[in-house]
C-alpha cells in the first residue's frame, strides 16, 4: 500500500517555512525520506524508526508519529537549494529494502 | 568515491523490441535494487539483490522482464518484449547492507515508441 504525501505541490520564497506530511494505512517501522532534483537521482536525507527520535541536520527535520502511522518533514528558513520533489518511502519490516515510495511532493523556492 | 553507475543514460526504442540496463553499484555494497519510476510517481521497486541472491522480486513481471546479478557486483534489468506501458526511467541503487541509506543512479530513460 503506497503512502500518501501531502500536499502535492508547494511554492515558497526564501526563508519561509513548509511542512510535507507522510501518511500510512499499515503499521510502519521506518520512516525513509528523500529529495529528487529535476533529472537527476533521488538523494536520501533521513530515516526514522518506530521508537526513535526526531531526527534532523541543518535546517531539515522530520518526525515520525506511530500511532498515527504518519511522519512530517520539516522545512525551515528555506533555500533555493531545497527546491526538488521530495519522497517519503516506508517500511513495515525491520528490512530496509522492503521501502513503498509515496507519490512525491514538489517543492519550489523562489527568491 | 564514484556513485552508482548507469547506461546507457537514455534509450529510444520500438514496441517488441528488446533492452537492457546496466549498473554499476558503489564498491562493496552488497545490496542492489532496480526501481521504475513513471512520470510523477514515486520509485517502485522492481528487484532487490543481497550479493547474487535476487531476495525480493516479487513486483518484477516475469514475463517479460529479467535481471541477473553476476558474481554479486555488476547487474543487468532487460526487457523483451518491450511494451507501450514501459516507458519509464529505471533506477538502480546501492546500499552496503550496514544502513538504511540506499544511495541512487541517475537512471535510465526509456522510451518505447
Known amino acids: 500500500q503506497q503512502p500518501v504525501q501531502s500536499p502535492q505541490a508547494v511554492i515558497l520564497r526564501e526563508g519561509e517555512d513548509a511542512v510535507i506530511n507522510c501518511s500510512s494505512s499499515k503499521a510502519l517501522y521506518s520512516v525513509h525520506w528523500y529529495r529528487q532534483k529535476h533529472g537527476e537521482a533521488p538523494v536520501f536525507l533521513m530515516i526514522l524508526l518506530k521508537g526513535g527520535e526526531q531526527k534532523g541536520h541543518d535546517k531539515i527535520s522530520a518526525s515520525f508519529n506511530e500511532k498515527k502511522q504518519q511522519s512530517s518533514l520539516y522545512l525551515t528558513a528555506s533555500q533555493l537549494s531545497y527546491s526538488g520533489t521530495y519522497f517519503c518511502?516506508?517500511?513495515?519490516?525491520?528490512?530496509?529494502?522492503?521501502?513503498?515510495f509515496g507519490q512525491g511532493t514538489i517543492l519550489t523556492v523562489h527568491p | 568515491e564514484a556513485g552508482v553507475v548507469q547506461s546507457p543514460r537514455y534509450k529510444i526504442i520500438e514496441k517488441k523490441q528488446p533492452v537492457a540496463f546496466w549498473c554499476n553499484p558503489i564498491?562493496?555494497?552488497?545490496?542492489l535494487y532496480w526501481y521504475r519510476q513513471n512520470l510523477g510517481q514515486g520509485p517502485e521497486l522492481l528487484i532487490r539483490?543481497?550479493?547474487?541472491?535476487?531476495?525480493?522480486d516479487s513486483q518484477l513481471p516475469k514475463d517479460r522482464f529479467s535481471a541477473e546479478r553476476l558474481k554479486g557486483v555488476d547487474s543487468t534489468l532487460k526487457i523483451q518484449p518491450a511494451e507501450l506501458g514501459d516507458s519509464a526511467v529505471y533506477l538502480c541503487?546501492?546500499?552496503?547492507?550496514?544502513?538504511?541509506?540506499?544511495?541512487f543512479g541517475q537512471g535510465t530513460r526509456l522510451t518505447v515508441v
Open positions: 541503487a546501492s546500499s552496503p547492507g550496514t544502513g538504511p541509506e540506499a544511495f
Open positions: 518511502g516506508t517500511s513495515g519490516g525491520t528490512s530496509y529494502g522492503k521501502l513503498t
Open positions: 539483490y543481497e550479493n547474487e541472491e535476487a531476495v525480493d
Open positions: 564498491s562493496g555494497h552488497n545490496t
